[in-house]
């Protein structure tokens, strides 16, 4: 028995509409869970008891500022999704993940981290094969991804709590990989922040992180020697000094506070 022409049109049609169908299911199935996803992230409670005690940036700022504060954690978290690897994440270290993104842009209103879409959090330091546990090198507290994980920041939890924790020794993890963000934001991460410097203070800060590095190399400087790595960490490490320990960045080295405060004072 031979079917007509008509139906034989419709037979071969089927494999294609069950193509676009499963097309369409994929589209709101993904859509679906992208938007329950952020919703998720929205929920979280912004505790101003939690953000005084841990941390020092948000606890200096009056209280029209507070708010603001408050506003840009929760759209941070709006939308750069946040997932535990090897452990499981509180809202707690979800909120200081977004305070270390939201304090080197704080006073830059319409900053948006273009470049980063998910912060991926294990328990401890990691090492070149992404492994948290074993005695194989493990020494990176974080990092900005690149190639497959463009577009994702890899953090220590106990890294990230203990930036906040310690307010006194002038380094925080996680600030640290937001500034190489933002140094990377204008395509190279390279220590020169053409989102921030204007082009007349580049000679000066490339001459400036020269200075630096060799006081650093000749222990006459409080700067961390891992500064001296090359220009992107210099920068990094000496905003994570910045935000940290403003106060005793002035007063140990006043020129490259002034600079910095050039950079990151946006008003």
Do not use: C
């Amino acid at each position: 028995m031979f079917a007509s022409p008509e139906k034989n049109k419709i037979i071969s049609m089927i494999p294609f509409i069950m193509l676009i169908s499963i097309a369409f299911f994929a589209l709101w199935f993904f859509s679906t869970t992208n938007k329950r996803d952020k919703t998720l992230q929205q929920s979280i409670t912004v505790s101003v008891d939690f953000l005084e005690e841990n941390v020092l940036f948000y606890k200096r700022l009056d209280a029209e500022e507070k708010d603001q504060f408050e506003t840009d954690v929760k759209d941070f978290l709006l939308h750069v999704t946040v997932t535990g690897i090897d452990t499981t994440v509180a809202d707690t270290d979800k909120l200081l993940i977004a305070s270390a993104a939201v304090i080197p842009i704080f006073y830059f209103k319409q900053w948006k981290y273009q470049n980063l879409r998910e912060v991926l959090v294990y328990s401890d330091a990691i090492n070149m094969n992404f492994e948290s546990s074993g005695n194989t090198n493990r020494d990176i507290l974080g990092m900005v991804g690149a190639g497959s994980f463009e577009g994702k920041m890899l953090l220590s939890k106990h890294a990230l709590q203990q930036g906040f924790k310690n307010q006194t020794d002038k380094s925080n993890t996680a600030i640290h990989e937001f500034i190489h963000l933002i140094d990377k934001s204008d395509g190279d991460m390279d220590g020169i922040p053409g989102v921030l410097l204007d082009k007349l203070y580049v000679i000066p800060w490339i001459n400036m992180i020269h200075e630096q590095m060799q006081q650093i190399a000749k222990n006459k400087s409080d700067i961390s020697p891992y500064a001296t790595m090359n220009k992107a960490e210099f920068f990094a490490v000496v905003a994570e000094y910045f935000f940290e320990r403003p106060a005793l960045l002035e007063e140990k080295h006043p020129r490259l506070y002034a600079m910095l405060s050039e950079m990151f004072d946006g008003r």
